[in-house]
């Protein structure tokens, strides 16, 4: 891209140098404070346009910036996906935007526009190479690429702070602003990073939806930079101004108003891990549970009283989530004597099943049924499937126990994931009996 000085604003001459008071003597009388004076503003608004201007420096931090963000999804690293918003380019160009639109310059505003959406360009392509590279090490389950490919309240708060504090930082000081800079880079490169990881691996969930938080995230971090630049009282001067200005806050609230209003959060889609409407390929069968049916004579022989199982627990599909839990109850009766009743209390044997996810190599853990998001189990790993399940939106749900990482949680996860044995013919639960001495 061939970016030129021809393409900065239209703004009244600057004050010549001679007549401009010292640097140091400016700092002291306050630089804080935006000229309202038409020179004053006039050299003020050439000086940030010219410093906002794109540089070669944007698009090669952007390819070191994407390539350590597609190593640490790779990695599923934490550590390495903050290295790399470190390694981000300074995003002064984003300023310039915001500055072009307020001006009225629009072949300014799309230079720097088109800067901007080039290095993010950039680092969506590196990402989808990254996507690539861990096919071969599929099926596995990244934490990262997942979290970061949905919208968060608490990111949204953070780029709004960021935002506000770069704009008030590049107008009122000559320093370069990193620190809000990097703030702004994480909201902006870090899901499109993933987005493109998605791509390239093949993973549900993750592309389209980091391209989408992405959009989210620029429109909402433009908004704030717009009313901070209001209220610093840089504003339109010109109808060319205004229309830009209205017209970049428009395009701003109709992206967050479609975008948001999809509730694409931290609420995935009853799919993730698996399609619900796949054909069912697993089936569990339980068996009979043997009674006695002799009545007691007066010997030592017992009688074995069970109580009625509950109604199957089939889904509408056909499928038997795990055996329901029978509490069995012996009681022996005796002829009178001195000896006490045994009251014998047989506990139910745990049912065990693994996760065998078709898509995204493991499936959310949720602490209600579509609800809060806990943990990812990874395919292979095994959960105590409890006897009760829940249907949401034609979607069954089952209540399940795990352990990861050496923590014991309790949450529900799609039934569909779960791969139950099927029990042997005759099969009994094999708990070691509890004795209760009764007088």
């Known amino acids: 891209m061939n970016f030129n000085d021809s393409s900065l604003p239209s703004i009244e001459p600057e004050t010549p140098r001679e007549n401009r008071p010292p640097r140091a003597r400016r700092r002291r009388r306050g630089q804080l404070m ?13 000086s940030l346009a010219r410093r906002a201007y794109p540089s070669y420096e944007l698009f090669v931090y952007a390819v070191l910036c994407g390539a350590i963000l597609g190593l640490g999804f790779i990695l599923d690293s934490q550590a390495l996906l903050l290295f790399g918003i470190l390694l981000a380019p300074l995003l002064t160009p984003w300023i310039g935007f915001l500055l072009a639109a307020v001006t009225g310059s629009a072949r300014f505003l799309f230079e720097t526009l088109m800067a901007v959406l080039v290095s993010a360009a950039l680092v969506l392509v590196i990402g989808m190479l990254s996507g690539f590279a861990a096919r071969p090490f599929l099926p596995r389950t990244f934490n990262e690429a997942y979290v970061h490919s949905h919208l968060w309240w608490p990111d949204l708060v953070i780029i709004a702070v960021g935002a506000i504090i ?38 549900a969930d993750i592309w389209p939806n980091g391209v989408l938080i992405f959009l989210v995230h620029f429109a909402w971090a433009g908004m704030f930079g717009l009313i901070t630049l209001i209220a610093m009282r840089i504003m339109p001067t010109n109808a060319q101004g205004f229309l830009l200005s209205a017209g970049t806050t428009l395009i701003f609230v109709i992206l967050l108003l479609n975008l948001m209003a999809g509730g694409n959060g931290n609420q995935a889609s009853a799919s993730e891990g698996a399609d619900p409407t796949a054909p069912p390929t697993l089936t569990v069968n339980l068996p009979p549970v043997s009674q006695a049916g002799t009545q007691p004579r007066p010997s030592s022989t017992p009688v074995i009283e069970t109580a009625t199982p509950n109604s199957s627990p089939l889904s509408t599909e056909g499928i038997l989530l795990s ?10 009766t005796l002829p009178p004597t001195d000896t006490p009743t045994v009251t014998l209390t047989i506990e139910p044997t745990p049912v065990y099943a693994r996760i065998m996810a078709d898509k995204g190599g493991g ?44 923590v014991r949680m309790e949450g529900w996860i799609l039934q569909i994931v779960l791969q139950v044995a099927t029990p042997v013919p005759n099969w009994q639960p094999s708990a070691t009996p509890s004795l209760t001495p009764t007088p």
């Open 323 to 332: 055996p329901t839990a029978v509490p069995l109850t012996l009681e022996i």
């Open 363 to 406: 499936a959310f853990l949720r602490k209600d049924p579509n609800g809060k998001y806990l943990a990812t189990l990874d395919n292979f790993s095994i959960v105590e499937v409890l006897p009760d399940t829940q249907e949401v939106n034609g979607v069954t749900w089952a209540h399940v126990i795990a352990i990861k990482n050496g």
């Open 34 to 46: 935006v000229p309202q004076d038409a020179a004053g503003r006039a050299a003020l608004l050439s």
């Open 166 to 203: 770069l704009t008030i930082s590049f107008v009122r000081s000559e320093e370069k602003p990193f620190l809000p800079s990097v703030v702004l880079a994480y909201g902006f490169f870090i899901p499109l990073s993933a987005a493109g990881f998605g791509l390239g691996s093949g993973i």
